[in-house]
């Protein structure tokens, strides 16, 4: 494994401001770097009033590779930042990871949920009593377990149910304890679907998707004294039907320019461990500064490191060359073999895991010398595909041989309709691809 230098240039100090950000590019152009990894937000404007995009491109120009983070404000489609078209634009999955701490109800019901924070002395056979705290106030935030709302609700020793929103998953858990709450559990709304956060929350406590929150309502509801325990049963390995894309991680359509699709892939982005610059109990005396996140600044790291490995492996490489040989390799498919889902359990869009483009390409051969592949088309329901040539004969590594791509509608499907699909090139030996979107005026 090659051992890459890593440099780390600060500039998001108390604001994060194009300027800073480009002075650092400069410097990190004129240090030489190989790779540079923006866990950055961007601006969703056209691309000539991106500074930041701009800059980068003359990074780029001098064979620089760039990946950003696609942003954080998904699910709902058009959320992408960072989509300049020589940007490598990084979504966020989950890992097959869960750091687990499940509720168990007074029906028996299990329900599967996360937490860093796994007390080893919290004592998980006892059931407590439920508190839901809208049920016990008119105030509109109660369900929020905002600190306000909880002043006239007698939790003292029970288990809080708190809804995600309004203000942070830590900030609730504060105020369940603040108000002499025992344990609390967190529940999605529906955009967040099946995804949870693994939190270091300050009492015991666990995140449960949408799906258990209209179990656990449901129990509520019918039930006189409703109960429910938390156990931490620590981190599980083997999740198969990871990984999935995370609620948060921004979707195409590209606003600048729709016709390019982004975010170009995903990576794991999701209860990552990663360097913290305090510990996770805000102390400054430790040495131990670490804390697990999420977001689209964690996946794009990750892409960053694969960039890293291929510029190692292949030094003559292009950004662009090290951006195709990612792209066109990645999985669609989870560890159980099933295409890639999203939050909701159903099938992600290619605007939610990643894209490519389409106007006459060209492809260049660092295969064998003499390859033949063979163009073949998956998805597309409703739309004619021709590629001439259907045929590409290399005879030599690094020829340039190029085609094109003809498409048109083979029905009359409603406005709004939407066709995904790949284009692929085979050889007996390597299988590359390039995913198409198609929406229908
Ligand atoms: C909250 O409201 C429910 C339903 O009215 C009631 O059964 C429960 O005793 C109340 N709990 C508290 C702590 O006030
Ligand atoms: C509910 O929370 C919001 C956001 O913090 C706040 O602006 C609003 O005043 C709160 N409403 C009540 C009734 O406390
Ligand atoms: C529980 O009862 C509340 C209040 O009657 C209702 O709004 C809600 O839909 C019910 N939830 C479930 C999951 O049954
Ligand atoms: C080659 O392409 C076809 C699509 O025509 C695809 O179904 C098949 O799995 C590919 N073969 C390999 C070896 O990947
Ligand atoms: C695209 O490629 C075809 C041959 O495959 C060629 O005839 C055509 O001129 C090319 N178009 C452009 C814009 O390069």
């Not at 620089?64 to 989509?83: C, H, K, L, R, W």
């Not at 995600?164 to 679907?193: C, D, F, H, S, Y």
């Not at 163009?375 to 004619?384: D, R, Y």
């Amino acid at each position: 494994m090659p051992l890459a230098h890593v440099a780390i240039y600060k500039v998001c100090v108390r604001r994060c401001s194009e300027s800073d950000i480009l002075a650092a590019v400069d410097v990190a152009i004129d240090d030489g770097v190989d790779v540079l990894s923006l866990s950055l937000d961007g601006p969703t404007s056209i691309f000539l009033d991106e500074s930041v995009a701009v800059g980068v491109f003359s990074a780029i120009e001098r064979g620089i590779f760039v990946s950003a983070s696609a942003g954080n404000n998904g699910p709902s489609f058009g959320s992408i930042q960072n989509g300049a078209p020589w940007l490598l634009t990084v979504g966020a999955s989950t890992t097959d990871r869960r750091i687990v701490a499940p509720v168990v109800l007074g029906n028996n019901d299990e329900l599967n949920g996360e937490s860093t924070y796994q007390p080893p002395d919290f004592d998980s056979s006892t059931p407590l009593l439920l508190v839901y705290p809208l049920l016990n106030s008119s105030n509109v935030n109660a369900s929020f377990c905002t600190p306000d709302s909880l002043q006239n609700i007698d939790v003292r020793g029970r288990i809080v149910l708190c809804e995600e929103g309004i203000i942070g998953r830590i900030a609730k858990g504060i105020a369940v304890r603040n108000t002499g709450g025992a344990a609390m559990i967190l529940i999605n709304q529906q955009p967040q679907g099946y995804y949870t956060y693994s939190d270091s929350h300050v009492l015991p406590a666990t995140h449960l998707s949408y799906a258990d929150g209209l179990r656990i309502r449901a129990y509520i509801n019918t039930t006189a004294q409703p109960v429910a325990t938390v156990s931490f049963r620590g981190t599980v390995i083997g999740d198969d039907s990871a990984p999935t894309v995370a609620f948060f991680s921004a979707r195409g359509p590209n606003s600048a320019s729709p016709g390019i699709l982004k975010p170009d892939i995903i990576g794991p982005g999701s209860n990552i461990l990663a360097a913290w610059r305090m510990s996770v109990e805000n102390n400054i005396n430790t040495r131990s500064n670490f804390k697990i996140i999420s977001g689209t600044s964690m996946s794009c790291p990750h892409l960053s490191g694969i960039a890293a490995l291929l510029r190692s492996a292949h030094p003559n490489w292009s950004p662009t060359a090290i951006k195709s040989a990612i792209m066109t390799t990645a999985d669609r498919v989870n560890f159980e073999g099933n295409l890639i889902e999203d939050q909701t359990f159903r099938p992600a869009s290619i605007l939610a895991t990643g894209s490519g483009h389409v106007y006459n390409r060209t492809v260049t051969n660092v295969g064998d010398p003499n390859s033949v592949y063979t163009v073949g088309i998956i998805g597309l329901s409703s739309v004619e595909v021709r590629v001439e040539p259907s045929t590409l004969q290399f005879t030599e590594v690094k020829q340039i041989l190029t085609y094109q791509v003809k498409f048109s509608r083979l029905a009359s499907p409603s406005s709004g309709t939407i066709a995904e699909g790949f284009l692929m090139w085979n050889s007996t030996r390597h299988s590359v691809r390039s995913p198409i979107f198609a929406l229908f005026a």
